[in-house]
């Protein structure tokens, strides 16, 4: 029993059915109790008074759009290396969830940003870097979009998202080298020392929780439409020919 | 020197369109591929020039040996007669390009910018540059399409030249070049289950 | 390899070749800047170095689709890779013949064009520097989006798409050293960086280009 055997597609349709329910409870419950909680049962902040619950659906998102970034690079990869259709098709359905997450964090700084820094937008490092990560999406998407043989598409948004990861990389150090910003250091980090009061944390744990399995749920959910998709088109395919 | 398929299967778009080819081709002679529209012929000389991966199978060939020749020419409007064909002599590495120009009548054209030929000049600077690449396999596809009468002779006299010399040829056309060849009609070899071999294997099916 | 490269510099010179319409375009955008932000000649000084290099990523990106559709069109993609020469040696030219038809010119204009904004007379040689290392990294980034799209059909306009966020660390680092070269501030730092992009993906990004070449010929 090997972990590629999932890479085939009657596999993969019966297992993600079996994950998808509970996938999707769970990550109802956990957004309600870390929203609520977070909205309704956590003080003002001192400084940045309620604006701070902002939080709950910003750095979720944050996190969210790099991951499935990183997501989409595994299963580029994977398909590079073995080529397994389900992997191609998996980075074909993360990438818009990738850019709405992105989306999402963009939008919410720039509100949380307007009381507390004054201004909707700053060309802050860190702000900058996901507007940049937001047109690399973009470009990914549009090239999918553009290219009508499968495999040919799966080949070039892989080797694409390759060749984005490394320059997305570059565009990092090259934004922090060009301005020094006014965002604040990580809210979460493994090596630091927590940025974040206790009682803001716990509900933020629940929130991120949330929003990954969120992101499985949809990502499942995708994949299955895309497998579908291409299943469809087969079956016409043999039609017309045979 | 020889090209030998064995089992060869062959998709377009994704989809198998030839399946179970087995031929050999031995230096000195030529075979003519036959067959419908639509059923594979081009794609089947691009699999064997190496321009797109096969189903399954083998092509036995030794390596870079074969110059192809389809559809499209490759052919600069910009620069001359000349020019064009200079420049896949130094790709290939050969130098003389006369032979090439006297074997198909181009030499009181050699100056003339490409652009400026006619649909049949054009095919024959075309084949002119298989002579230039001095590669022991031609695999060509549909060669005479737009050549006259005679343009067919001149090119049937180099197929013969280039057989005489040792080389070989894979050649898909519909007329009779008046080649001493064999003839190999790929209609059989249909894919009988026409879907795509991946879809298949991974289970889309 | 040096026949393609005369072959392709031949091609760019000759009638319909576009050597120049970059050029032109460079000027044209450089003329456009004080009509759009207002004739004041300090604010010019300032913003040149910025817009000169936005002008020069331009008009670059413009004849970036010239690189590879023509021989795509007519079949010499095809013919070249069966040729005895490795897809990445033929993308690197391509690329080096783009860099000296578009590429080069644009780095010998810039100053003139410098003058037109009133460019601070501390900023010309780091701004021919940073032009001079940056243009190489814009033509190898430009052949494999080039490359990436040549199947597409009015592929134009996803090309610019895929290689704009592709350009941005070259850009940060030549405008940054070209903007503090004005002001008379240390631009080692930057030209460092910019250099070791452009050696970076000088080294690296012809075997992804020639990749994606050989997805899209198959």
């Given at each position: 029993m090997s972990l590629w055997e999932y890479a085939n597609p009657v596999k993969f349709m019966a297992l993600s059915g079996r994950i998808l329910p509970w996938a999707a409870w769970l990550s109802g419950i956990c957004l309600v109790i870390g929203l609520v909680w977070g909205f309704f049962y956590t003080p003002d902040d001192?400084?940045?008074?309620?604006?701070?619950?902002?939080i709950y659906l910003h750095v979720p998102s944050a996190l969210m759009a790099i991951n499935v970034w990183m997501m989409m690079l595994v299963t580029s990869l994977v398909w590079i290396i073995r080529r397994h259709h389900v992997s191609a098709l998996a980075a074909k359905a993360a990438a818009p969830i990738g850019v709405v997450m992105t989306l999402i964090a963009l939008v919410t700084g720039a509100i949380w940003g307007q009381?507390?820094?004054?201004?909707?937008?700053?060309?802050d490092p860190r702000l900058t870097s996901f507007l940049i990560l937001f047109l690399f999406y973009l470009g990914y998407i549009a090239l999918w979009a553009a290219i009508e043989d499968n495999d040919t598409a799966a080949d070039l948004t892989s080797i694409l998202c390759l060749v984005g990861s490394v320059f997305a990389i570059l565009s990092r150090y090259a934004v922090n080298f060009w301005n020094q910003g006014l965002h604040q250091g990580?809210?979460?980090?493994?090596?630091?020392?927590?940025?974040?009061a206790d009682v803001f944390y716990q509900p933020l744990l629940f929130c991120i929780a949330g929003f990954v399995l969120l992101f499985v749920v949809l990502v499942l959910l995708r994949t299955r439409t895309e497998i579908r998709a291409r299943r469809t088109s087969a079956l016409l395919a043999r039609e017309r020919m045979g | 020197m020889h090209l030998a398929v064995q089992d060869l299967g062959v998709a377009r778009g994704g989809i198998a369109v030839l399946e179970g080819l087995t031929f050999r081709v031995e230096a000195g002679t030529a075979l003519i591929l036959r067959g419908p529209n639509g059923i594979g012929k081009t794609t089947l000389l691009r699999a064997i020039a190496g321009l797109q991966p096969s189903l399954n199978g083998s092509i036995d060939t030794p390596e870079d040996s074969i110059a192809y020749a389809a559809?499209?020419?490759?052919?600069?409007?910009?620069?001359t007669v000349r020019e064009n064909l200079e420049f896949w002599a130094a790709v290939f590495g050969t130098g003389d390009i006369n032979g090439a120009l006297d074997a198909f009548a181009l030499q009181p054209l050699a100056?003339?910018?490409?652009?400026?030929?006619?649909a049949g000049q054009k095919r024959r600077l075309g084949l002119a540059r298989l002579l230039v690449s001095a590669r022991p396999i031609w695999v060509l596809d549909?060669?005479?399409?737009?050549?006259d009468v005679d343009a067919v002779a001149m090119f049937a006299a180099a197929i013969c030249a280039h057989l005489e010399a040792g080389g070989l040829a894979l050649i898909a056309t519909h007329?009779?070049?008046?080649?001493?060849a064999d003839i190999l009609d790929v209609?059989?070899?249909?894919?009988?289950?026409?879907?795509?071999v991946d879809d298949a294997m991974e289970g889309f099916l | 390899m040096k026949a393609l490269l005369i072959r392709d510099l031949r091609l760019a010179i000759r009638?319909?070749?576009?050597?120049?319409l970059g050029l032109a375009f460079f000027l044209i955008v450089t003329v456009l800047v004080p009509f759009g932000v207002g004739p004041q000649s300090e604010l010019l000084s300032e913003i040149a170095p910025g817009i000169l290099w936005l002008g020069a990523l331009l008009a670059c990106l413009l004849s970036l689709d010239r690189i590879l559709a023509l021989d795509w069109e007519d079949g010499t993609l095809d013919l070249l890779a069966c040729a005895p020469l490795p897809m990445e040696a033929a993308v690197s030219i391509k690329a080096l013949a783009h860099w000296l038809t578009t590429g080069l010119p644009l780095v010998i204009a810039a100053p003139f064009f410098a003058l037109l904004l009133n460019?601070?007379?501390?900023g010309y040689v780091p701004l021919v520097l940073s032009l001079l290392l940056g243009t190489p990294a814009l033509s190898v980034i430009g052949t494999f989006g080039a490359a990436i799209t040549v199947?597409?059909?009015?592929?134009g306009l996803l090309l610019s798409l895929l290689v704009l966020p592709l350009y941005v660390p070259t850009l940060i680092y030549g405008a940054e050293a070209a903007r503090r070269g004005a002001q008379g501030l240390e631009t080692s730092t930057p030209l460092f960086m910019l250099a070791g992009i452009t050696s970076g993906v000088i080294a690296l990004l012809p075997f992804a280009s020639a990749a994606v070449l050989r997805v899209n010929i198959r």
């Open positions: 001192f400084r940045q008074g309620s604006t701070v619950k902002i009381p507390m820094w004054g201004t909707w937008w700053a060309w990580a809210s979460l980090s493994l090596d630091k020392e927590k940025n974040v | 559809h499209s020419d490759g052919i600069k409007q910009a620069l100056l003339r910018p490409a652009g400026a030929l006619s549909e060669p005479t399409v737009s050549l007329i009779d070049l008046g080649l001493d209609a059989p070899f249909k894919a009988r289950v026409p879907i795509s | 009638a319909g070749g576009g050597f120049g460019l601070p007379s501390a199947g597409i059909k009015r592929g």
